[in-house]
T-cell receptor
Framework: RKEVEQDPGPFNVPEGATVAFNCTYS??????FFWYRQDCRKEPKLLMS???SGNEDGRFTAQLNRASQYISLLIRDSKLSDSATYLC?????????????????FGAGTRLAVHP | GAVVSQHPSRVICKSGTSVKIECRSL??????MFWYRQFPKQSLMLMAT?????????EQGVEKDKFLINHASLTLSTLTVTSAHPEDSSFYIC????????????????FGPGTRLTVT
């Protein structure tokens, strides 16, 4: 089983649609969660961190369900510029002193294509 | 957000040659930098973690003698692909960690723009 699993898509949606991405992770001790977006042939860019209480940033809402080891990203009122691959990212290890070794595990990404 | 640069952005080299890729944190000091590789339509795969002033920690399956990492300062890490072969052709991305430490600390990683390596 992969450490971080995502539906690869693609999700093809019209402008203005609401779209939701899901992600599951295998390590129940995981502590930090993020959504990144990656445009074609570019580096990933941090979209938002995901907090236990859920958090919202404009049209984007992230939710975390620790019991189900499930993370979601909701995009409302989709724009053409939202077309990208969305990467679910998990830090699987909790360190007492995080000056040590922390690494991120990336899902393979979900492709979103927003059309006029 | 924090700015990370990479150089070169694109390189084409012949099989058997070595290629050096530089990763710099421009407006902050990064004690830890990470090197990733991404093949088309696949996820980023962590190759190694680079800590300033110490040896890099390589992920399982990554040859340390082939992918030499040096983190000589708090703003610069280099990855050298030695004796490159066509199967090493990939998108190499570095990132630097920014954030707080401690049990409840969190951190975020900011990525360089990547280096597209093509080995002919």
């Amino acid at each position: 089983r992969k450490e971080v699993e995502q539906d690869p898509g693609p999700f093809n949606v019209p402008e203005g649609a609401t779209v939701a991405f899901n992600c599951t992770y295998s390590n129940s001790a995981s502590q930090s969660f993020f959504w990144y977006r990656q445009d074609c042939r570019k580096e990933p860019k941090l979209l938002m961190s995901v907090y236990s209480s859920g958090n919202e940033d404009g049209r984007f809402t992230a939710q975390l369900n620790r019991a189900s080891q499930y993370i979601s990203l909701l995009i409302r009122d989709s724009k053409l510029s939202d077309s990208a691959t969305y990467l679910c990212v998990v830090n699987p290890i909790a360190h007492m002193f995080s000056g040590g070794y922390n690494k991120l595990i990336f899902g393979a990404g979900t492709r979103l294509a927003v059309h006029p | 957000g924090a700015v990370v640069s990479q150089h070169p952005s694109r390189v084409i080299c012949k099989s058997g040659t070595s290629v050096k890729i530089e990763c710099r944190s421009l407006d902050f000091q990064a004690t830890t930098m990470f090197w990733y590789r991404q093949f088309p339509k696949q996820s980023l795969m962590l190759m190694a973690t680079s800590n300033e002033g110490s040896k890099a920690t390589y992920e399982q399956g990554v040859e340390k003698d082939k992918f030499l990492i040096n983190h000589a300062s708090l703003t610069l890490s280099t990855l050298t692909v030695t004796s490159a072969h066509p199967e090493d052709s990939s998108f190499y991305i570095c990132s630097a960690r920014v954030g707080t430490s401690g049990v409840l600390g969190s951190y975020e990683q900011y990525f360089g723009p990547g280096t597209r390596l093509t080995v002919t």
